[in-house]
């Protein structure tokens, strides 16, 4: 499979740092976002991991801030006319194959993912085609020309009880792109997973050993990690799923210092849901050259204030989503089977 793409050369032209912006800048730039909602009909649908400026913002004007699952949900099921979705593009994409007919306005389309850019879409239908007996199952992290080619969209916070489901009906597996998730996913069910081989660059930095050097240093505290963690990482943590799920897991969890191996920007959500907690970034390679993230997505760093407020006055090709209707009805398909089966789970708990 590895014969289309090289994924330990893979590199990507990261997007340069935006200038904070000052208090009283802020203060304007919310305030004329505030309008420009009203005036559109429009309400934001932010991912955990945006800035928390970001995040509170969304909040304070009746959005949501969440998982991609549950943005996939809030933004089919919310009636405004207009959806801001502060995340990266295929959160934006998912959301337009969803809702065709809302206008679906993002703060920059150039916000990628690394598992949507190492997983494109003809090499992967050549893979498919190659397979053509298995249920090609892919994570939302992709593009809508993946998700086209696919049986169903997943996300994490449901990937280990859908296989569960496939493998129960005898179906053996494509899993793409997340090679970590496809690993944890096969090692939970014992399913047939014939597994695409991209990786997070954010996720793919957490570090076994230094995690266990960290976990001496703080033997009380319990260990969250993201399953786009390496497996070594993943075995050693004590709870693991969706950033959804993470959060949860705090708020549960009786420990009062948390290890987290995932993307730094749920640490606003997880400090708010439990202010007497400490909670700790699981190690990287260190705020080096040697760490490419250094847990934080340099795309979903591209949601601020300000490209909020440029996307909603400017609109247009460089802030709207389009996909033509041939392509959106082949991808709504695996979509609207990912939430049929979602909302039939009782629980989403995480798992331990
Ligand atoms: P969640 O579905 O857990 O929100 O994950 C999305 C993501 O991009 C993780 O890196
Ligand atoms: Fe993609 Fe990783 Fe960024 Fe999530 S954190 S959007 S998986 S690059």
């Not at 994490?156 to 996913?185: F, T």
């Amino acid at each position: 499979m590895s014969n289309f793409i090289d994924f330990n050369l893979a590199s990507y032209p990261f997007p340069t740092k935006l200038t904070p912006l000052t208090a009283s800048e802020k203060k304007h730039c919310k305030q004329s976002i505030k309008l420009l909602l009203e005036k559109r009909n429009a309400v934001i649908v932010a991912h955990y991991y945006t800035d928390p400026d970001v995040q509170a913002l969304a909040e304070e004007t009746g959005g949501c801030v969440a998982d991609s699952l549950e943005m996939a949900r809030f933004g089919s099921l919310h009636p405004a006319s207009t959806l801001v979705v502060a995340g990266v593009r295929f959160m934006g994409e998912t959301a337009k194959i969803l809702n065709p007919e809302k206008k679906i306005l993002m703060p920059t389309l150039k916000a990628e993912c690394s598992l949507d850019l190492g997983c494109p879409a003809k090499p992967f239908a050549e893979f498919c085609d190659q397979h053509s007996e298995r249920t090609v199952v892919v994570y939302a992290n992709t593009s809508a020309a993946v998700k086209a080619r696919a049986d169903w969209v997943v996300t994490s916070s449901i990937a280990v009880e859908l296989i569960d489901y496939l493998d129960s009906q005898g179906q053996k597996i494509i899993w793409a792109p997340d090679r970590h998730l496809g690993n944890y996913v096969q090692r939970k069910t014992g399913a047939d997973i014939l597994c695409w081989q991209a990786t997070c660059i954010v996720h793919d930095e957490f570090k076994i050993q230094a995690l266990k050097k960290m976990k001496m240093l703080y033997p009380d505290a319990a260990i969250l990690a993201h399953p786009e963690s390496p497996a070594a990482v993943v075995d050693f943590a004590d709870v693991v799923g969706s950033t959804g799920q993470l959060i949860q897991a705090a708020q549960n969890l009786s420990n009062q210092q948390i290890i987290v191996a995932t993307e730094k920007g749920i640490f606003y959500k997880m400090q708010q849901a439990c202010p007497d907690k400490s909670f700790y970034i699981a190690p990287t390679a260190g705020e080096s050259a040697f760490c490419r993230t250094c847990a934080h997505c340099p795309w979903m760093a591209m949601n601020s204030l300000k490209t909020i407020e440029q996307g909603l006055k400017k609109e247009g090709e460089l802030h709207e989503i389009f996909i033509n209707d041939e392509l959106r009805e082949r991808a709504f398909k695996p979509l609207e089977r990912m939430l049929s089966f979602a909302a039939n789970i009782k629980s989403l708990n995480y798992k331990c």
